[in-house]
């Protein structure tokens, strides 16, 4: 089970931080959008410091992963963001739903796999 951990968290890191890199260096030219989601992400853009803000947390916490350190930590910042990917691609891109429900998984998982450190977050 130790293999498939270090598997799972470290194909959850190279996605991160590719697609956070990919957003940085504009490695890619950006799709034209449509409909709901030109609105949703015209009002993160619109913010100036949202999507910046949350590709340097995407990208800190796959390094984290890769790297295997802090990982309890990185499951827990990064989880909002993955509930939002898991939302954006329910309602406004279902074509991105395969991958966002893959990255979802891969987090709960990983959350199950260091249960043990978030015991005294449920202490009141």
Same mark, same amino acid.
């Given at each position: 089970?130790?293999?498939?951990?270090i598997?799972a968290?470290?194909?959850? +890191? %190279?996605? &991160?931080?590719f /697609?956070?890199?990919?957003?940085?260096?504009?490695?890619?030219?950006? @799709?034209?959008?449509?409909?709901?989601?030109?609105t949703?992400?015209?009002?993160?853009?619109?913010?100036?410091y949202?999507?910046?803000?949350?590709?340097?947390?995407?990208?800190?916490? +796959? %390094?984290? &992963?890769?790297a /295997?350190?802090?990982?309890?930590?990185?499951?827990?910042?990064?989880? @909002?963001?993955?509930?939002?990917?898991?939302?954006?691609?329910t309602?406004?891109?279902?074509?991105?739903?395969?991958?966002?429900?893959?990255?979802?998984?891969?987090?709960?998982?990983?959350?199950?796999?260091?249960?043990?450190?978030?015991?005294?977050?449920?202490?009141?």
């Amino acid at each position: 089970m130790k293999i498939v951990t270090i598997i799972a968290r470290t194909l959850l +890191g %190279i996605l &991160f931080v590719f /697609g956070s890199l990919a957003y940085f260096f504009n490695w890619f030219p950006q @799709p034209e959008l449509t409909g709901n989601m030109k609105t949703f992400n015209d009002g993160l853009n619109a913010s100036g410091y949202l999507v910046p803000l949350i590709k340097t947390i995407e990208l800190i916490c +796959g %390094i984290a &992963f890769i790297a /295997g350190r802090f990982v309890p930590l990185a499951v827990v910042i990064i989880f @909002p963001i993955v509930v939002n990917i898991v939302s954006v691609h329910t309602f406004l891109a279902p074509e991105g739903l395969p991958i966002a429900l893959f990255v979802l998984l891969t987090s709960l998982f990983l959350a199950y796999r260091n249960k043990d450190h978030y015991k005294s977050l449920m202490v009141s």
